[in-house]
């Protein structure tokens, strides 16, 4: 296990608690290919790791170095600064499955943030910041509700639409889109086979946001996956929904990224 270095800077901003949260958000993360900060080069799961804060406009933005790139330290940012590099930093994957609730089979999407170093709200005033998730608090504003169990189904989120093209042989192109335009995801994903018709009979999907990286297993199995998913939910930040489903659209939309906007 790496030993992930907080400076009393850091510490100071983050309180302790924050500080132990940024060193598990690493070795969560880690095993999708955290880079550092610095170099981009890869970090390690092993040896010494670094917590770089910046901080500015109300948010914070966790991230991580090589201790010879960078020592730990908190970095203060204008708040046009922080606006700007927070698209880049949410960049998103999206899984499909199919989830068996009491016997009945549900299609579901899992988006997450790919790196697990996700941007950070500030909840301001003069106690140190507490780190929460800013996917998390713009979902809630959206109509979606926290899930610690899977066995729950996630209330419908209106506004929210999952239209799907054919990329090719076993491959959708997705578009998610919430409240007020708010692009949420344009992207492929990698169905199983039952996952389309599921949809297209039931016309809503279920959409599972995690806000940390899931622990996906090195294998991928029905056990195991589900498995990964109660431990995602388990964290009690797991924002979900049900979304109305679309269905195919056959026009191409216009080349892009998996951005949420928040």
């Given at each position: 296990m790496a030993d992930v270095r907080v400076s009393d800077e850091v510490r100071a901003a983050l309180?302790?608690?924050?500080a132990q949260r940024a060193a598990v958000l690493f070795h969560t993360g880690v095993r999708t290919g955290v880079r550092?900060?610095?170099?981009?080069?890869?970090?390690p799961a092993a040896g010494p790791v670094s917590v770089l804060l910046a901080r500015g406009g109300g948010l914070y933005h966790v991230s991580y170095a090589h201790p010879h790139c960078s020592r730990s330290t908190l970095v203060e940012l204008p708040a046009a600064v922080m606006d700007a590099a927070m698209p880049d930093a949410l960049d998103m994957t999206v899984t499909a499955?199919?989830?068996?609730?009491?016997?009945?089979?549900?299609p579901?999407?899992?988006?997450?943030?790919?790196?697990?170093?996700?941007?950070?709200?500030?909840?301001?005033?003069?106690?140190?910041?507490?780190?929460?998730?800013?996917?998390?608090?713009?979902?809630?504003?959206?109509?979606?509700?926290?899930?610690?169990?899977?066995?729950?189904?996630?209330?419908?989120?209106?506004?929210?639409?999952?239209?799907?093209?054919?990329?090719?042989?076993?491959v959708l192109h997705l578009e998610i889109t919430g409240r007020r335009g708010l692009l949420f995801y344009t992207g492929i994903a990698l169905p199983p086979g039952d996952w389309?018709?599921?949809?297209?009979?039931?016309?809503?999907?279920?959409?599972?946001?995690?806000?940390?990286?899931?622990?996906?297993?090195?294998?991928?199995?029905?056990?195991?996956?589900?498995?990964?998913?109660?431990?995602?939910?388990?964290?009690?930040?797991?924002?979900?929904?049900?979304?109305?489903?679309?269905?195919?659209?056959?026009?191409?939309?216009?080349?892009?990224?998996?951005?949420?906007?928040?």
């Open positions: 309180g302790s608690e924050g550092c900060a610095i170099c981009n080069r890869e970090l499955l199919v989830l068996d609730q009491a016997g009945k089979l549900l579901a999407l899992v988006a997450e943030t790919p790196t697990g170093v996700p941007l950070m709200a500030d909840a301001r005033g003069d106690q140190p910041g507490k780190l929460v998730s800013v996917m998390t608090t713009t979902l809630l504003g959206q109509g979606f509700g926290l899930v610690l169990d899977l066995e729950e189904l996630p209330g419908r989120a209106g506004g929210w639409r999952i239209a799907t093209r054919p990329e090719r042989p076993g389309t018709s599921l949809a297209e009979r039931s016309r809503w999907c279920l959409l599972y946001v995690a806000a940390e990286p899931v622990p996906w297993p090195d294998e991928v199995g029905p056990d195991g996956t589900l498995a990964a998913l109660h431990a995602a939910a388990s964290t009690g930040a797991w924002p979900a929904s049900r979304c109305r489903w679309l269905g195919r659209r056959d026009e191409r939309p216009a080349p892009s990224h998996g951005t949420p906007v928040s």
